[in-house]
């Protein structure tokens, strides 16, 4: 159907929604890309169209540069996350005019890493941002090398800034030899918490050009750290852009000898933050809206977020693979504290019906943790799991119910650890809230 036919249609569509009370999801893009599979063709963007992807910190990333660019300019982003072609196609159809035309200065969209070249073979691309890409919810995702090498076609014909995380073997190898795009490096200098041996189970330990076994100086998280090739170049990078200095405990780092301060508290958003910088520095951003973004940015919607339910401290945290889950017991075993933990699993069509990712989650090192809960529609197997850790089976309780989970963690005093993968977000920060809301008297 002719792309401005379709346009109207699902603006039409997108203003019932909203007529409705709804946002329109990704409906308005489902329905024009049915009507016109090449329709992301047709949108003519005047500003600079930015993606960002990697199987980690997606959303954060996005918000954060968002943030940073709308300090010197217009910005469209699906910030809540909407990262697949119908999603980005609604944006973009509740965004343009009627004949497809998007006036802003930036356009920064978030992308799921299997739909790179799928959305954006028929939508222009200035900047490329990678995060990390580690092994995911694997029926959903498939192998790691499988994607990497998907994303390495997608830029034999790419010419535009190819912004890459140096650390990462798997995203840095993507730069190894490109010579159409402008390839830029970022990194995290070595943090307090850095290993020289790899703690979590990873991937990308053999060099992909040739072979060899790869050298690290160090391990920041997994197996993102300070590596290089003894046998090629693969690893010798310059780095373009270097966040260093970091007192995560503190909540201050350095950037271009400017000390920075931030809620941020792992080592991963640090990357996160690295990268906005790295992309904020190609459009000459003043070092001041950096600063200001970063200080002000709040982590919310169960990512890290603090909260007090019952007077006792709780931190309320997403994780959707083995790695978000490591690093996540990895700040808590920053705190020395004695806590409580909760681990709600579900094994929802959206977060993969095989939760055998759960066996990768380092639970031996678990620090001062006093009892675990497990919850959702998959409590069993999480605790099943926990126990074979080599946790105390008699710290362990088990409560299908959300409901009864949460009255039961905060029947103790203490510090609490809420952790929840994807489906099991809402559900769980309304049980968490709604507690401190009924002994509150709010
Ligand atoms: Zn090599």
Redesign the pocket.
Known sequence: MYYKIVILICKFVYKFMKLLGKNGGTLPGNIALRLNKNILKHFNITGNVIAVTGTNGKTSTTNLISNILSNSGSVVSNREGNNINTGITSLLVKNCDLSGNIKCDYLVLECDEHYIPVVFKDLKLDSFVVLNFFRDQLDRTGEVETLIQKIDKFLEGYTGNLILNSDDPNVSRLGFNKSKCKVYYYGVEKFSGATSSMRDRGEGKY??????R?EYDYYQYSHVGKFH???????KNNIDSIVSGIDLKKGKFEYNNKTFETRYNTIYNMYNVSAAFMLSSIYDISMDYLYESVKGFELNNGRLESVVINDCPTVLNLVKNPTGANVTINYMNQDDEHKEMMFVLNDKIADGKDVSWIWDINFSILNNVDRIITSGTRAYDMAVRIKNSGYDVKKIEVYQSIDEAVNNLYKNNGKKYVIFNYTATTDTRRAVLNYKGDKNGL
């Not at 060099?207 to 060899?212: D, K, L, N, Y």
């Not at 090739?229 to 690893?235: E, L, Q």
């Open positions: 060099c992909p050009f040739c072979s060899a790869l090739c003894p046998n090629c170049d693969f690893g």
